[in-house]
């Protein structure tokens, strides 16, 4: 197929249209600033190194804090960040990048050098970013993360300060997607090593080249605030002065914090969405947010028998889960990709990957496939914990789960919740025996999902390795890359091989039900990465 040379150029900017949220007759709080709000986070701030975060916490404080080339907006429109234009080659290969003039938020320029470098350390194997995978179609990268090649030869090369040329080894039609993600944000190398070890690890070891600029993060304490960046190029646009983040994990204190105008938005739990069904300040938010159980093969030959993860899989009763425990307007999976997340003549990858009876609770069958998985791997019983959260919704969530399969005859299931940076750290370093845990597409892209459950990726925690399984990823990112139909058609049957092995277990497709103050309008939600926009937001009178 024949493809013409892309020409993006962006003559003004587009200005970000976001919800509209309507009150409900509330009063509203005199006592604070106008253009400062409060918002809850519901886990901790984890990190603000580019090259090693790997939460959606961090992930969406550093779309507010900093910015790529481009920069997302609702509807998965791209409009201009650092870079005002770009341009594709016709053989999809060269994708150039022109600058604008732009600053940190120490007064010193983002040029393209900073690209450069950040990726380059991204990709370094000593750096251990968890997110190198996603620079594998530039040129080299994977050679270079593999240790065999320096990172000077890395298909990103700075022509002057404004422009940037970036070479793939392949096409891949959703870069302009990733490089709006905050993995592919620039780096201040003299940055970086005047902060040393500590860079990232608190507001103040950190530069910044967004909208706004962190401040009060000590690293481990549960508030912290987004500041107008006033070096920001574009700051005329932003409206806010102040957001205000707190944790808060109890559902109750939330409520009575919300009540008391000490939250302008906050997150419900369980049966709270119900009280405030009938309220204009509750607004479900449907995102791509995928919730499974990793079993750790790789520790456990255990959990490398087919029949026992089946048995695991089948005894789990996802309807009864969502709205009986989570009650938030969360869905049962149907696979591991999210809906939403593709669509192809009118349907929808996660309707056409669909294996039903990979996620149907089957009681019986679940029994009978644990039993024959019990005598294969000369087993009579087994004891495991499970990892989760520490927040209510966590410790429901690993309840049920531990009720459900604790129905399988000798199968005794203990329950560990954790703070949530610790849980994430100990599923990445493979400290666990079965383990909670979500992810969040980063683009429209089936993907941004599939590609984490390959054999090599970092993200692959329980360590579940099939061949076929790499193949087709390898041959969607490959040869057939620039052939749409037969890339979609190795996604799906990728996506069938996954639920059929029962590589992990699915559970639902999370949804945020949120309470947000009469009043404040301009909030973008994305069911992607990176979620959250606050660029964009202001209070009315």
Known sequence: MKRVKQVISFGGIAVMIGLVLTGCGESKSTSRPKNKITWMQSSELSSMDISKMTDMISDTTLNGSNEGLLRMVKGNKLIPGVAK???????????????????????????????????????????AGEFAYTFDHIKNAKAINAGKMAPSKLGAVAKGNDQLIVH?????????????????????????????????TTSQDMIYNGPFKLTGWTGT?????????????????????????????????????????????????????????????????KNAQMWFMEMNQKKHPFFRNRNIRKAISLSINRKQFTKKVLQDGSTPSKGFVALGL?????????????????????????????????????????????????????????????????????????????????????????????????????????????????????????????????????????????????????????????????GIVPLYQAAVPQLVKPGIKGIQFFPESPEWDWSQVYKSE
């Open 85 to 127: 234009s770009y341009h594709v080659s016709k053989d999809g290969l060269t994708w150039t990048f022109n600058l604008r003039r732009s600053e940190w938020s120490n007064g010193t320029p983002v040029t393209a050098k900073d690209f450069v470098y950040s990726w380059q350390r991204t990709i370094t194997p000593r750096t």
């Open 168 to 200: 793939l080894t392949k096409p891949q039609s959703y870069f302009k997607y990733l490089v709006s993600q905050a993995y592919f944000f620039p780096q201040s190398q003299a940055a970086v090593k005047k902060f040393g070890t500590k860079y990232g």
């Open 221 to 285: 304490n549960d508030t912290w605030s987004l500041v107008k960046n006033n070096r920001y190029w574009h700051k005329d646009a932003v409206k806010l002065d102040q957001v205000k983040f707190q944790v808060e994990k109890d559902p109750s204190t939330v409520i009575n914090q919300y009540q008391s105008n000490k939250l302008d938005v906050a997150v419900l739990s369980g049966q709270q969405v119900q009280q405030y069904r009938h309220s204009k300040q509750l607004h479900i938010r």
């Open 342 to 502: 593709g669509r192809r003549h009118g349907k929808e990858f996660a309707d056409e990957a669909y294996v039903k009876a990979a996620v149907t609770n089957n009681a019986k069958k679940a029994k009978q496939l644990w039993a024959k998985g019990l005598k294969q791997t000369g087993k009579q019983s087994v004891t495991f914990t499970l990892l989760a959260d520490d927040t209510d919704s966590g410790k429901r969530s690993a309840e049920y789960i531990q009720s459900e399969l604790t129905k399988l005859p000798g199968f005794k299931v203990n329950v560990e919740n954790l703070p949530f940076k610790t849980r994430l750290t100990r599923s990445s370093n493979g400290q666990f025996d079965m383990v909670l845990s979500s992810w969040t597409g980063d683009y429209p892209d089936p993907m941004t999902s599939l590609s984490n459950m390959t054999s090599h990726s970092s993200y692959n925690n329980g360590k579940w390795t099939n061949r076929q399984y790499d193949r087709l990823i390898a041959e969607a990112e490959g040869e057939d890359a620039n052939k749409p139909q037969q890339r979609w058609q190795d996604m799906v049957k990728a996506e069938k091989v996954l639920a059929n092995d029962e």
